[in-house]
Protein backbone atom coordinates (compact mmCIF):
# COMPACT_ATOMS: atom_id res chain seq x y z
CA UNK A 1 0.00 0.00 0.00
CA UNK A 2 1.44 3.31 -1.13
CA UNK A 3 1.03 6.46 1.63
CA UNK A 4 0.97 9.93 -0.30
CA UNK A 5 3.32 12.19 2.02
CA UNK A 6 4.93 16.27 2.00
CA UNK A 7 7.43 17.90 3.49
CA UNK A 8 8.68 21.56 3.50
CA UNK A 9 12.39 21.29 2.57
CA UNK A 10 14.70 24.42 1.35
CA UNK A 11 11.26 26.46 1.82
CA UNK A 12 9.55 24.26 -1.48
CA UNK A 13 6.82 21.54 -0.39
CA UNK A 14 8.12 18.20 -1.97
CA UNK A 15 5.76 15.45 -2.16
CA UNK A 16 6.55 11.98 -1.75
CA UNK A 17 5.36 8.33 -1.69
CA UNK A 18 5.93 5.73 0.82
CA UNK A 19 6.08 1.90 0.31
CA UNK A 20 6.86 -0.73 2.88
CA UNK A 21 7.79 -1.79 6.34
CA UNK A 22 8.97 1.00 8.92
CA UNK A 23 11.68 -0.37 9.97
CA UNK A 24 13.17 -1.66 6.74
CA UNK A 25 16.09 -0.41 4.83
CA UNK A 26 16.06 2.53 3.33
CA UNK A 27 15.68 3.36 -0.70
CA UNK A 28 14.93 6.67 -2.15
CA UNK A 29 13.76 6.86 -6.01
CA UNK A 30 14.49 9.49 -8.50
CA UNK A 31 12.45 9.82 -11.22
CA UNK A 32 13.08 11.35 -14.88
CA UNK A 33 12.63 15.01 -16.67
CA UNK A 34 9.05 15.41 -16.72
CA UNK A 35 7.98 12.22 -14.93
CA UNK A 36 6.85 12.17 -11.08
CA UNK A 37 7.19 9.85 -8.26
CA UNK A 38 3.91 7.48 -10.13
CA UNK A 39 6.91 6.93 -12.83
CA UNK A 40 7.87 3.87 -10.12
CA UNK A 41 4.36 1.95 -10.16
CA UNK A 42 5.73 -0.93 -11.81
CA UNK A 43 8.67 -1.52 -9.94
CA UNK A 44 8.24 0.51 -6.19
CA UNK A 45 5.76 -2.15 -4.72
CA UNK A 46 7.94 -5.54 -5.82
CA UNK A 47 11.26 -3.03 -4.35
CA UNK A 48 9.07 -2.63 -1.04
CA UNK A 49 8.88 -6.56 -0.33
CA UNK A 50 12.10 -5.50 1.59
CA UNK A 51 12.56 -2.11 1.21
CA UNK A 52 11.37 1.61 2.87
CA UNK A 53 10.83 3.02 -0.33
CA UNK A 54 10.59 7.02 -0.98
CA UNK A 55 9.79 7.99 -4.38
CA UNK A 56 9.91 11.43 -4.45
CA UNK A 57 8.61 14.59 -6.92
CA UNK A 58 11.43 16.52 -7.54
CA UNK A 59 10.90 20.21 -6.97
CA UNK A 60 8.31 21.83 -10.38
CA UNK A 61 7.07 17.96 -11.23
CA UNK A 62 3.81 16.52 -9.97
CA UNK A 63 2.61 17.30 -6.64
CA UNK A 64 5.90 18.97 -5.28
CA UNK A 65 5.78 22.86 -5.50
CA UNK A 66 6.46 24.39 -8.78
CA UNK A 67 8.63 27.61 -7.90
CA UNK A 68 10.05 28.84 -10.88
CA UNK A 69 13.59 28.08 -9.69
CA UNK A 70 15.24 25.30 -10.90
CA UNK A 71 18.87 23.60 -10.95
CA UNK A 72 20.51 20.25 -10.86
CA UNK A 73 22.22 21.50 -7.75
CA UNK A 74 18.55 22.85 -5.94
CA UNK A 75 17.71 18.91 -6.50
CA UNK A 76 21.17 17.85 -4.92
CA UNK A 77 19.74 19.92 -2.05
CA UNK A 78 16.44 19.33 -1.82
CA UNK A 79 17.36 15.29 -1.65
CA UNK A 80 19.63 15.92 0.61
CA UNK A 81 16.95 18.34 2.71
CA UNK A 82 14.49 15.35 2.50
CA UNK A 83 17.06 12.52 3.75
CA UNK A 84 17.64 14.60 6.90
CA UNK A 85 13.98 15.84 7.37
CA UNK A 86 13.52 12.27 7.24
CA UNK A 87 16.17 11.27 9.80
CA UNK A 88 17.57 8.92 7.17
CA UNK A 89 21.57 8.59 7.10
CA UNK A 90 23.09 6.47 4.49
CA UNK A 91 20.88 5.43 1.72
CA UNK A 92 20.31 3.58 -1.33
CA UNK A 93 19.62 5.46 -4.79
CA UNK A 94 18.10 4.79 -7.52
CA UNK A 95 17.67 7.56 -10.01
CA UNK A 96 16.39 7.32 -13.74
CA UNK A 97 17.62 9.86 -16.40
CA UNK A 98 17.63 12.76 -14.77
CA UNK A 99 16.78 11.22 -11.55
CA UNK A 100 20.35 9.63 -12.01
CA UNK A 101 22.16 12.60 -12.72
CA UNK A 102 20.83 14.08 -9.48
CA UNK A 103 21.75 10.66 -8.01
CA UNK A 104 25.06 10.68 -9.02
CA UNK A 105 25.72 14.55 -7.93
CA UNK A 106 24.47 13.41 -4.46
CA UNK A 107 26.80 10.69 -4.53
CA UNK A 108 29.57 12.84 -5.46
CA UNK A 109 29.10 15.64 -2.88
CA UNK A 110 28.29 13.97 -0.28
CA UNK A 111 29.36 9.97 -0.59
CA UNK A 112 28.69 9.09 3.00
CA UNK A 113 25.11 9.81 2.61
CA UNK A 114 24.73 6.72 -0.64
CA UNK A 115 24.85 3.47 0.18
CA UNK A 116 24.09 1.71 -3.07
CA UNK A 117 23.47 3.48 -6.42
CA UNK A 118 21.39 2.59 -8.86
CA UNK A 119 21.51 4.24 -11.97
CA UNK A 120 19.18 3.67 -15.13
CA UNK A 121 20.22 4.92 -18.41
CA UNK A 122 21.95 7.88 -17.28
CA UNK A 123 24.41 9.56 -19.74
CA UNK A 124 28.11 10.54 -18.84
CA UNK A 125 28.28 14.13 -17.85
CA UNK A 126 29.82 15.38 -20.91
CA UNK A 127 28.81 18.19 -23.27
CA UNK A 128 26.38 17.17 -26.32
CA UNK A 129 24.94 19.55 -28.84
CA UNK A 130 22.13 21.60 -28.37
CA UNK A 131 18.53 21.33 -29.34
CA UNK A 132 15.79 23.52 -28.90
CA UNK A 133 13.22 21.83 -26.67
CA UNK A 134 9.51 21.71 -28.02
CA UNK A 135 6.69 22.29 -25.75
CA UNK A 136 4.50 19.64 -25.48
CA UNK A 137 0.72 20.69 -26.41
CA UNK A 138 -1.90 20.41 -23.22
CA UNK A 139 -1.58 20.61 -19.82
CA UNK A 140 2.01 19.17 -18.46
CA UNK A 141 2.80 16.96 -14.93
CA UNK A 142 5.79 19.31 -14.62
CA UNK A 143 6.66 23.04 -15.13
CA UNK A 144 7.90 23.88 -18.34
CA UNK A 145 10.34 25.86 -16.77
CA UNK A 146 12.40 22.99 -15.25
CA UNK A 147 13.39 21.85 -19.50
CA UNK A 148 14.50 25.30 -19.97
CA UNK A 149 16.27 26.05 -16.86
CA UNK A 150 17.72 22.51 -17.05
CA UNK A 151 18.56 21.51 -20.91
CA UNK A 152 21.73 24.00 -20.59
CA UNK A 153 22.86 22.37 -16.84
CA UNK A 154 22.59 19.03 -19.14
CA UNK A 155 23.85 19.80 -23.04
CA UNK A 156 27.19 21.46 -20.99
CA UNK A 157 27.49 20.18 -18.08
CA UNK A 158 30.04 21.61 -15.20
CA UNK A 159 33.90 19.57 -16.11
CA UNK A 160 33.96 18.83 -12.10
CA UNK A 161 30.98 16.50 -12.40
CA UNK A 162 33.27 14.09 -14.83
CA UNK A 163 36.30 14.67 -12.60
CA UNK A 164 34.64 13.78 -9.60
CA UNK A 165 32.58 10.57 -10.48
CA UNK A 166 35.44 8.59 -8.53
CA UNK A 167 34.68 10.13 -5.74
CA UNK A 168 31.88 7.27 -5.53
CA UNK A 169 32.15 5.58 -2.78
CA UNK A 170 29.06 3.11 -3.50
CA UNK A 171 28.71 0.07 -4.96
CA UNK A 172 26.68 1.46 -7.87
CA UNK A 173 24.62 -0.60 -10.53
CA UNK A 174 24.47 0.90 -13.99
CA UNK A 175 21.61 -0.39 -16.35
CA UNK A 176 21.78 0.36 -20.06
CA UNK A 177 18.81 0.61 -22.12
CA UNK A 178 20.89 -0.79 -25.18
CA UNK A 179 20.31 0.34 -29.00
CA UNK A 180 16.94 1.30 -28.74
CA UNK A 181 17.81 4.12 -25.85
CA UNK A 182 18.22 7.85 -27.54
CA UNK A 183 20.83 8.03 -24.89
CA UNK A 184 24.29 6.77 -26.25
CA UNK A 185 25.21 4.16 -24.56
CA UNK A 186 28.41 4.39 -25.04
CA UNK A 187 28.57 7.65 -22.80
CA UNK A 188 26.58 4.92 -20.11
CA UNK A 189 29.67 2.42 -20.22
CA UNK A 190 31.78 5.42 -19.86
CA UNK A 191 29.76 6.33 -16.77
CA UNK A 192 30.16 2.79 -15.70
CA UNK A 193 33.90 2.99 -16.29
CA UNK A 194 34.61 6.16 -14.44
CA UNK A 195 33.10 5.36 -10.75
CA UNK A 196 34.90 3.19 -8.80
CA UNK A 197 32.82 0.38 -7.61
CA UNK A 198 30.42 0.18 -10.62
CA UNK A 199 29.42 -2.75 -12.73
CA UNK A 200 27.20 -2.85 -15.81
CA UNK A 201 24.12 -4.93 -16.94
CA UNK A 202 22.15 -3.84 -20.58
CA UNK A 203 18.53 -4.57 -20.51
CA UNK A 204 17.95 -4.08 -23.88
CA UNK A 205 14.32 -2.35 -24.15
CA UNK A 206 15.06 1.43 -24.19
CA UNK A 207 15.31 4.37 -22.50
CA UNK A 208 12.60 3.18 -20.15
CA UNK A 209 13.79 0.02 -18.57
CA UNK A 210 11.93 0.31 -15.57
CA UNK A 211 8.59 0.60 -17.40
CA UNK A 212 9.20 -1.73 -20.54
CA UNK A 213 10.63 -4.68 -18.14
CA UNK A 214 9.70 -3.97 -15.03
CA UNK A 215 10.33 -7.40 -13.57
CA UNK A 216 14.04 -7.87 -15.04
CA UNK A 217 14.56 -4.81 -13.82
CA UNK A 218 13.23 -5.36 -10.53
CA UNK A 219 14.65 -8.92 -10.49
CA UNK A 220 18.69 -6.88 -10.72
CA UNK A 221 18.13 -3.96 -8.58
CA UNK A 222 16.70 -5.96 -5.75
CA UNK A 223 19.69 -8.98 -5.84
CA UNK A 224 21.88 -5.72 -6.44
CA UNK A 225 20.72 -3.92 -3.21
CA UNK A 226 20.77 -7.00 -1.27
CA UNK A 227 24.40 -7.52 -2.11
CA UNK A 228 23.49 -10.67 -4.38
Known amino acids: MVDQRALVVNGVRL?????????APPVVLLHALGEDARSWHTVAPALAAERR???????GHGRSEWPGTYSLQLMVSDVLGFLDARGL???????HSLGGVVAHLLAQERPHRVARLVLEDVPVPRPRTPTAPVRP????????DVVT???PQLDTPDPAWL?????ITAETLVVA???????PQDGVAELARRIPAARMITIPVGHMV??????????AVAAFLSGR
Open 15 to 23: AHEVYGPHN
Open 53 to 59: VYALDLR
Open 89 to 95: GAVDVVG
Open 137 to 144: DGPLGFDW
Open 149 to 151: ALR
Open 163 to 167: DRLDR
Open 177 to 183: GGPASHI
Open 210 to 219: HDEAPEDFTR
